[in-house]
């Protein structure tokens, strides 16, 4: 089956870091009020099911997680949280996709306009580059497990597609089937690592050692922004490329 960028394993060690040293509970929290929304019992609600699987991974205290789901689902204090998605272009033409969580409009429009320009890349209207992104569901699972266990339990859930990277094995599914497939792991008493929602370019542009790190520089500064929950982007890696900044 097919397989995916380097960008992903990128992102999947920066999680990782960003778990050690607590940046993760921020952004699971915003995503557990958001998803709350729907709802604040997740056997009804899928969104804040996966939500809730990220905050038991990171290790999220449970009063924490409560407090999170009576915001965004209107039974405790009140405060506005809307996703907005901003789209431009990086170094070298790539496209970039950057979702945010916010309770302030105007800083979080400022600081991504920020981090567009201050490395070289300009902030597109809307429409500019979404098209060339699908929305699709990720579950990563260690390689510490037999690889026709995993492919088989993923095929039986649903799942379109399977492949092994060099840190895990990654199964995509439509988003609506999101859950079916992480509650198949569950079933069979094999953690995933990751279970998401997320975008993922068609068309990649490749790069070469330079570009790579120009466009990494401004992937990393962009993830960086409190307001900020997920970045994406259509550019492809080379196999040996170093990520000096990991």
């Known amino acids: 089956m097919a ?3 380097k960008w992903a394993n990128i992102q999947h060690r920066k999680k990782a870091q960003d778990n050690k040293r607590g940046k993760t509970f921020t952004k699971v929290i915003r995503e557990i009020t958001v998803a ?3 709802g604040p019992d997740p056997d009804d609600n899928p969104r804040l099911r996966l939500a809730l699987d990220k905050a038991n991974a990171a290790n999220m205290p449970k ?3 409560k407090r999170a789901i009576q915001k965004g689902s209107g039974t405790g204090e009140m405060g506005i949280i809307e996703e907005l998605t901003f789209e431009g272009y990086g170094p070298n ?3 970039i996709l950057v979702e ?4 302030n409009r105007n800083r979080t429009v400022a600081d991504v306009r920020h981090a567009f320009s201050k490395f070289g890349g300009n902030m597109g209207t809307d429409g500019s580059v979404a098209y060339l992104f699908n929305k699709l569901g990720i579950v990563h699972v ?3 497990h037999e690889e026709d266990q995993i492919m ?4 039986d859930a649903g799942a379109d597609d399977f492949s092994v990277s060099e840190d895990f094995f990654e199964i995509v599914t439509t988003p609506s089937n999101l859950s079916v497939v ?4 569950k079933k069979n008493e094999i953690e995933t690592i990751l279970a998401e929602i997320t975008m993922r370019a068609e068309t990649l542009v490749d790069l070469d050692q330079e570009a790579s790190e120009k466009v990494l520089k401004i992937m990393n500064f962009m993830d960086d922004l409190d307001d900020v929950q997920e970045v994406h982007t259509n550019a492809e890696f080379p196999d040996d490329f170093i990520d000096e900044e990991a």
């Open 36 to 38: 709350a929304k729907g």
């Open 3 to 5: 397989g995916h960028s």
């Open 182 to 185: 992480a509650e198949a792991f």
């Open 152 to 155: 088989e339990i993923a095929l």
């Open 142 to 144: 260690a390689l510490s």
């Open 93 to 95: 033409g790539v496209a």
């Open 63 to 65: 009063d924490t997680i």
């Open 100 to 103: 945010t969580m916010t309770d």
